[in-house]
């Protein structure tokens, strides 16, 4: 168990390009978030997956965000025609089960800076 | 709506000594869990203590322990005997078995903690 890994750490683009994060959960997990959280702000939910399903997507998560989980592994999140708003710490989770009481297992990010 | 309030931006501990961490809720819910969460400057987020709202018992792990009181819908966080590693930010969250949202945490906004020597 090598834990919830992320990559790359920090991403530094300009406006309007297209950036690309990875996640790779914990090998057993099935259950896999997307988080994003910006400065003195607590994490907030994205999107989540089962297995490769997306099962529900943020208000936040604008048709300039994307996310798959192509064989129900690791993930990505693609961000096109970034803007300096989206500028933000990425955080990726994964869980074994939804029940009520199930931890999520945090990666420790992507940064993100849109200059 | 579901939501999380920490209303301590930050806090300051002596070190050995105890400090609670505060953290309402709004659900309507009746079942729920709520967890807390350490994010240290690395940028992990570390899991502390679960307490779901059916516990008769306020739970705890080790030097952590959450003061339920589900009538003021408020799980504070206790952390005792303080020490330098736990200067960090924590952050309070919820997930519900209802109204859909059993699939995600909810977070509040953090506090950050600073322990002193």
């Known amino acids: 168990d090598t834990g919830v890994s992320q990559d790359p750490r920090h991403k530094i683009t300009k406006r309007g390009q297209n950036v690309t994060f990875r996640c790779d959960p914990i090998?057993?997990?099935?259950?896999l978030y997307w988080y994003r959280q910006t400065l003195g702000q607590g994490p907030e939910f994205l999107t989540y997956?089962?297995?490769?399903?997306?099962?529900?997507k943020s208000r936040l998560l604008s048709d300039r965000f994307s996310a798959e989980r192509p064989k129900g592994s690791f993930s990505t999140l693609e961000i096109q025609r970034t803007e300096q708003g989206d500028s933000a710490m990425y955080l990726c989770?994964?869980?074994?089960?939804?029940?009520?009481?199930?931890?999520?297992?945090f990666g420790s990010g992507t940064q993100l800076s849109v200059l | 709506a579901q939501k999380i309030t920490q209303t301590q931006p930050g806090m300051f501990v002596q070190e050995k000594e105890a400090v609670t961490l505060d953290c309402t809720y709004d659900?309507?819910?009746?079942?729920?869990?709520l967890f807390w969460y350490k994010q240290p400057s690395s940028g992990e987020m570390i899991f502390l203590i679960y307490?779901?709202?059916?516990?008769?018992q306020n739970a705890t792990e080790g030097r952590y322990s959450l003061n339920f009181q589900k009538a003021r819908k408020s799980a504070n966080l206790v952390i005792s005997a303080s020490q330098l590693g736990d200067s960090a930010m924590y952050f309070c969250?919820?997930?519900?078995?209802?109204?859909?949202?059993?699939?995600?945490?909810?977070f509040g906004a953090g506090t950050r903690l600073a322990v002193h020597p």
């Open positions: 090998s057993e997990h099935n259950r």
């Open positions: 989770a994964s869980s074994l089960g939804d029940r009520e009481n199930e931890k999520l297992f």
């Open positions: 997956f089962q297995n490769e399903a997306q099962l529900e």
């Open positions: 969250a919820m997930r519900s078995t209802f109204s859909g949202g059993y699939n995600k945490l909810i």
């Open positions: 307490q779901g709202s059916y516990d008769q």
């Open positions: 659900t309507s819910d009746p079942s729920y869990g």
